[in-house]
């Protein structure tokens, strides 16, 4: 079996598996991105997220965190929802409307490795989906399904970037595909949507005052009063940057049915999230990446809203 007909078949996995597009790179040293990644800690823009610090060398170089790799196949599952919350509610990012991604992905990851193997024979390799050092966007955009755009995020052409982005490290070697051009243009629309001024002028994200961050990974009891009454109403993650962005008019729903929400969950009104209490927490969240938050952090974020 020559390299193009095991790129194929590895490719055609993918697609079976329900990814929405899959793209290969040679797993070679992110050398553009080392200078990125270097200046962002350096600038403190990972505020207090330290483990972004460790394991520098890993997330550029795949062959240290998977001896022998040869190639990164990048995968893009598409988790736009075109469900609503109640009128006034505070509100959660999409992508935690249904179960906690991690679970969803690396369940396909793993029938994604297996099938491999028994189509094309052994290949050695990891799995990776948000849970490892990785710079996901950074091989999403090397192999070309879409560009960084100006709020760092991933766009994808065809489809924008409701997307959870994933990866298979492997040992077996593979057609690699090229990088896109930019099509952000001279658009602006996400920089200047964003009121809390987190997007800065060279695609730089301050997450120091990121909504997202400050809703999810922001351990502090309270959010910092510099930020009362900026927060738009979101209790759990931010969207804002995604919705105004003119490529994500092409965003369609996802067909993923763990995706799907809780219907109580989008029927809970603004008085209703007022008295929410631990045990409601549990049950509305079971299997979510809300969890992550936990009941503590999700209240105090309800706190600083209500």
Same mark, same amino acid.
């Given at each position: 079996?020559?390299? *193009? %007909?095991? !790129?194929?078949?590895?490719?055609?996995?993918?697609?079976? /598996?329900?990814?929405?597009?899959?793209?290969?790179?040679?797993?070679?040293? /992110?050398?553009? =991105? #080392? !200078?990125?990644?270097?200046?962002?800690?350096?600038?403190?823009?990972?505020?207090? +997220?330290?483990?972004?610090?460790?394991?520098?060398?890993?997330?550029?170089?795949?062959?240290?965190?998977?001896?022998?790799?040869?190639?990164?196949?990048?995968?893009?599952?598409?988790?736009?929802?075109?469900?609503?919350?109640?009128?006034?509610?505070?509100?959660?990012?999409?992508? #935690?409307?249904?179960?906690?991604?991690?679970?969803?992905?690396?369940?396909?990851?793993?029938?994604?490795?297996?099938?491999?193997?028994?189509?094309?024979? %052994?290949?050695?390799?990891?799995?990776?989906?948000?849970? #490892?050092?990785?710079? =996901?966007?950074?091989?999403?955009?090397? *192999?070309?399904?879409?560009?960084?755009?100006?709020?760092?995020?991933?766009?994808?052409?065809?489809?924008?970037?409701?997307?959870?982005?994933?990866?298979?490290?492997?040992?077996?070697?593979?057609?690699?595909?090229?990088?896109?051009?930019?099509?952000?243009?001279?658009?602006?629309?996400?920089?200047? #949507?964003?009121? !809390?001024?987190?997007?800065?002028?060279?695609? !730089?994200?301050? *997450?120091?005052?990121?909504?997202?961050?400050?809703?999810?990974?922001?351990?502090? =009891?309270?959010?910092?009063?510099?930020?009362? &009454?900026?927060?738009?109403?979101? +209790?759990? &993650?931010?969207?804002?940057?995604?919705?105004?962005?003119?490529?994500?008019?092409?965003?369609?729903?996802?067909?993923?049915?763990?995706?799907?929400?809780?219907?109580?969950?989008?029927?809970?009104?603004?008085?209703?999230?007022?008295?929410?209490?631990?045990?409601?927490?549990?049950?509305?969240?079971?299997?979510?990446?809300?969890?992550?938050?936990?009941?503590?952090?999700?209240?105090?974020?309800?706190?600083?809203?209500?």
């Amino acid at each position: 079996m020559n390299i *193009s %007909e095991r !790129t194929r078949i590895v490719k055609s996995i993918g697609y079976e /598996l329900g990814f929405d597009f899959v793209g290969v790179s040679k797993a070679d040293f /992110l050398e553009e =991105d #080392a !200078t990125r990644l270097e200046s962002w800690l350096k600038n403190s823009h990972h505020a207090g +997220m330290s483990y972004m610090e460790r394991n520098f060398d890993k997330r550029l170089d795949p062959t240290i965190l998977v001896p022998g790799a040869r190639s990164v196949v990048s995968l893009l599952y598409n988790y736009h929802s075109n469900s609503k919350q109640h009128p006034g509610a505070p509100k959660l990012a999409k992508y #935690a409307y249904g179960e906690d991604y991690h679970f969803v992905i690396k369940d396909k990851l793993k029938e994604y490795m297996k099938a491999i193997g028994d189509r094309i024979g %052994e290949v050695g390799g990891r799995v990776f989906v948000d849970s #490892a050092p990785v710079l =996901d966007r950074a091989w999403a955009r090397k *192999s070309g399904l879409g560009w960084i755009g100006k709020n760092s995020m991933l766009i994808n052409k065809e489809k924008g970037s409701d997307f959870f982005i994933a990866e298979l490290i492997i040992d077996l070697e593979l057609e690699a595909d090229g990088p896109i051009k930019d099509y952000c243009g001279t658009c602006t629309k996400c920089i200047d #949507a964003c009121p !809390t001024d987190a997007i800065e002028e060279d695609r !730089t994200l301050d *997450s120091n005052k990121c909504i997202s961050y400050l809703t999810i990974e922001l351990k502090d =009891d309270h959010i910092p009063k510099e930020f009362e &009454g900026m927060m738009e109403d979101w +209790m759990f &993650g931010c969207d804002i940057c995604q919705d105004v962005c003119p490529w994500n008019r092409f965003a369609t729903q996802n067909q993923e049915p763990r995706f799907s929400p809780n219907p109580s969950l989008l029927e809970m009104s603004r008085e209703n999230w007022k008295e929410l209490n631990e045990e409601q927490f549990k049950w509305l969240f079971k299997g979510s990446a809300v969890k992550r938050a936990k009941y503590s952090g999700l209240k105090r974020n309800l706190d600083a809203l209500l």
